[in-house]
């Protein structure tokens, strides 16, 4: 084979980050074994209960059940298809803001469920009243977000839990990339802080681990039941993952990256993060572009577009807001001198291309 892996060295959009050395040998080790046949690797599939474990310590929960997924488009899949089961009704409702992430209209396609969106308001943040308005009878799920994927925003989570409870829907919480570094913060997110039913988590974004390496967690274990299908030629007798077979690749770097990172480690690399995303908000504000304050480590700029185009030519690995804006998540593999060549790129094609900046006279 010819071919080599993309280097991180000019990736500054994406959610996913190089693996911690310590999740890479261990994902490597495990690659061959099978989490969805416990009965012939019991190793793996103890592991996978350390996985959990460790996990539910990161999101406040005690007890905690679920399984490592492929990521965060499986468990919030997964989350509304017990919301789903659960509900006993002809065509349920999910009441989702206009940040949830687009796993949930394939979760609708595949499910029959009906999706009904709400709209954020002015800090991309969900509007609590046209949710409570939007929930009924039929609403089986209610779903917030805790780390959006473009603006990093975080819904409020306690209000939301409160508000499914009232029409006795269960409550899934978002949190695919923001749960690695909102337990460093002053966020209610957590099961500790709400009632959530459900959470996507996953250790292959900020949590360093290898992809593929998602996270779903129950607050009860029974809420599996809904997903179980009988497994008749394995040695356990039910099934409640989405997958059949599963390397057990994710959930052996998941483990290692928590026992190596939790939570000092992380703590540390959230406070880089934070320090880069605001340098880099700082510095495209002093160019003349209009930023959104970064809550979490995600910058959003309004550069215009020939310039983030100009700057894909160069290399950098970029992605725009739905609305157009550039954005930059600042990962663990985004260093400032990274950020420090991107920003003189962007000056110099800016320049040559006579792209005006908002705000010039």
Request: hydrophobic letters at 45%; one cysteine or more.
């Amino acid at each position: 084979m010819r071919g080599e892996p993309q280097s991180f060295d000019r990736v500054l959009s994406s959610m996913c980050t190089e693996p911690h050395p310590v999740a890479r040998e261990a994902a490597a080790r495990f690659l061959a074994t099978n989490p969805g046949d416990p009965g012939t690797y019991p190793t793996i599939a103890t592991l996978e209960l350390e996985a959990i474990e460790r996990l539910g310590e990161v999101a406040g929960l005690e007890e905690p059940a679920g399984y490592v997924a492929s990521g965060g488009t499986e468990a919030n899949i997964q989350a509304v298809r017990i919301a789903r089961e659960r509900a006993d009704l002809e065509r349920p409702t999910v009441v989702i803001p206009a940040s949830g992430h687009f796993s949930f209209r394939k979760a609708a396609a595949l499910l029959q469920i009906d999706l009904r969106e709400v709209p954020t308001d002015d800090d991309h943040r969900v509007d609590l009243a046209a949710a409570k308005a939007a929930v009924d009878e039929d609403t089986a799920l209610v779903v917030g977000v805790a780390g959006s994927t473009e603006y990093g925003r975080v819904d409020p989570i306690p209000e939301l839990g409160e508000l499914a409870r009232s029409v006795d829907a269960l409550f899934h919480v978002d949190a695919a990339w923001g749960g690695f570094v909102l337990p460093f913060t002053d966020h209610r997110w957590d099961f500790s802080d709400a009632a959530i039913d459900t959470m996507t988590i996953d250790p292959h974004k900020m949590g360093q681990a290898a992809v593929p390496a998602g996270g779903l967690l129950v607050r009860d274990e029974s809420l599996l039941d809904a997903l179980a299908v009988d497994t008749p030629y394995l040695e356990t007798t039910a099934q409640a993952t989405l997958t059949g077979t599963r390397s057990g690749a994710g959930v052996a770097s998941t483990v290692a990256a928590l026992a190596e990172l939790w939570p000092g480690g992380y703590a540390a690399q959230y406070e880089r993060s934070r320090a880069n995303a605001s340098w880099l908000a700082a510095r495209l504000e002093e160019l003349g572009y209009a930023v959104v304050d970064p809550d979490l480590p995600l910058v959003v700029a309004d550069v215009p577009d020939r310039a983030i185009d100009a700057c894909r030519d160069e290399g950098w690995r970029l992605s725009r807001t739905g609305a157009g804006e550039l954005r930059i998540v600042c990962m663990p593999h985004v260093t400032r001198r990274m950020l420090e060549a991107f920003l003189g790129d962007l000056e110099r094609v800016s320049q040559s291309l006579e792209i005006p900046v908002p705000g010039d006279d």
